[in-house]
């Protein structure tokens, strides 16, 4: 990988993503088409958290070919530095243990047990889903 950009988003090309088909792609969000040496690798966005508006909720998605080389990461680092994110926010189903995997290893932190389980209490979270954090500091 030489080169990876954000360019706008093409929703059809994110509808293409296997394993991504119920992705929900909110209006109220904001989504870029990843690009790799020119060739569309995935699809990275985020909303806006209902509470804290410094928590963004990211989402992404990575075709097949790309998957395994740190691109989620990076996808998910160049859209918090772009828009200055100072918190990303990644719900995961538990048992897609790859993207628990990467999440962990670009930084993300898996929220203790006891917040998991208010999550779960409140209805803020489902059974069999995870919840990782991230937080940037943007040099001005």
């Known amino acids: 990988m030489k080169e990876i950009i ?10 293409t993503i296997p394993g991504h088909e119920e992705m929900r792609v909110e209006e109220s969000g904001v989504y870029h088409t990843v690009l ?18 410094e928590v963004y909720f990211i989402q992404v998605a990575i075709t097949p070919k ?3 080389v740190g691109l989620a990461g990076i996808s998910e680092d160049l859209l918090a530095e772009h828009y200055k994110l100072p918190v990303l926010v990644a719900t995961i189903e538990t048992a897609n243990t790859s993207s628990v995997r990467a999440h962990l290893k670009s930084g993300f932190q898996e929220l203790p047990a006891d917040k998991l389980a208010y999550l779960r209490e409140k209805g803020f979270l489902k059974v069999g889903q995870t919840r990782l954090v991230k937080r940037y500091n943007h040099e001005l």
């Open 6 to 15: 954000l360019t706008v988003f093409d929703k059809d090309f994110c509808a």
């Open 36 to 53: 790799v040496d020119g060739e569309k690798a995935g699809v990275v966005g985020y909303l806006s958290g209902a509470v804290n508006k």
């Open 66 to 68: 790309f998957r395994g």
